[in-house]
């Protein structure tokens, strides 16, 4: 039942944070407050809270090489080693970090656990996970890189270029509007289509179901209301959108306005955006930098041949033995315990005992 109230909790959550801007625009005209102030305590916070948590990892002690390694390690000239998975260098480690963070390569090679009639084990390919991560992903960064448009002017190129790529579908009237819709980009649907698969992979694989908690699913519930709103806006209902560049604009120059026309809808989304950036890095998504500190991902596997000293070694007082022994020697000898050092008089009267035995 613990995904049931994570489900609950998280979806009780977004209903309230759909409810403050809708109430707070639609009932109190608070744009002010909805379109400037919370953009940058969002960003406030945002920037604050990855500073903090970066150096945070920066000083955690890291004394041994703890290389996550999935090959042969470099030993002997004919023994071949596999330079990415079991990097000698920083030139396998620098490789490895590509593959990472660009293509997901460890959740590429993830296999998940089955229990089969028999009985039998089998360790399936996970590469629906890694397809749907993927997908999202790289739809969230074209998405992000797409919205720039709001915020630059003259739009670069590029953008250009990377909408005409996004948006090669086109649809006929919608049956609520009647309005024709002039291009669909892609990644609106693929992110909403990721996210939907994540979210039903949670409840379906019942390992992943027990394990998961609120702090999952609140980020799922987050970043679906974060593209449906933004769905809603593009193709069902309109906003000013030279009113929203011009806002937008004014946030990034420093010189904030708040324009007239614009819709609800549009807070809506902007709170939303303005929470998942808050939340970030006190979330599980703080990931995105920390891959760069995982010190099972940043380190060449090279202990065999260099020897690693811990920076972060500070000078201990000890009790050596011999302090040990100098210290109780008089009561472990009355003891019975065997000393390496035995007391002057002992070893005067023990010699004398030796020499009588010897006259004897």
Not at 160 to 185: A, N
Not at 275 to 285: D, E, G, N
Not at 304 to 326: A, C, G, M, Q, S
Request: with cysteine.
């Amino acid at each position: 039942m613990n995904f049931v109230v994570g489900i609950l909790f998280s979806g009780i959550a977004m209903i309230i944070l759909i409810l403050i801007p809708w109430v707070g625009v639609g009932a109190f005209d608070l744009r002010l407050v909805f379109g400037i102030i919370v953009p940058y305590l969002a960003l406030a916070t945002f920037f604050v809270g990855i500073v903090l948590r970066v150096i945070n990892w920066a000083r955690s002690p890291v004394p041994f090489r703890i290389p996550t390694t999935a090959g042969q390690q470099w030993s002997l000239p004919w023994i071949k080693p596999n330079r990415i998975d079991n990097p000698k260098g920083t030139g396998g480690v620098v490789v490895r970090m590509i593959f990472e963070v660009l293509l997901f390569r460890s959740l590429f090679r993830n296999t998940r656990l089955e229990f089969r009639k028999g009985p039998k084990i089998t360790y399936e390919w996970e590469k629906w996970l890694w397809l749907a991560a993927l997908v999202f992903h790289y739809s969230f960064l074209v998405i992000f890189l797409r919205h720039f448009r709001f915020f630059l002017d003259p739009v670069p190129a590029f953008i250009h270029i990377l909408e005409r790529l996004d948006g090669f579908l086109q649809m006929g009237p919608l049956p609520v509007s009647g309005l024709g819709v002039p291009e669909v980009y892609i990644t609106d649907m693929l992110l909403l289509l990721a996210l939907l698969y994540l979210f039903l992979r949670r409840l379906y694989v019942h390992q992943t179901r027990y394990i998961s908690l609120p702090a999952d699913y609140f980020p799922l519930f987050l970043l679906l209301t974060l593209g449906l709103t933004g769905v809603l806006m593009r193709y069902f209902l309109r906003v000013d959108l030279t009113a929203v560049k011009e806002l937008a604009i004014g946030l990034v120059k420093f010189h904030p306005k708040v324009p007239e026309g614009i819709g609800v809808i549009f807070y809506i989304h902007l709170f939303m955006l303005c929470t998942l950036i808050a939340y970030f890095p006190f979330s599980k998504l703080v990931h995105m930098a920390g891959i760069f500190l995982s010190p099972t991902r940043n380190l060449s596997n090279n202990s065999r041949f260099v020897r690693h000293i811990n920076p972060w070694n500070y000078p201990v007082k000890v009790h050596t033995y011999e302090e040990y022994e100098d210290e109780f020697r008089d009561k472990m000898i009355e003891a019975g315990l065997p000393v390496e050092k035995m007391p002057e008089k002992a070893e005067e009267g023990a010699g004398a005992k030796e020499e009588e035995e010897k006259k004897e």
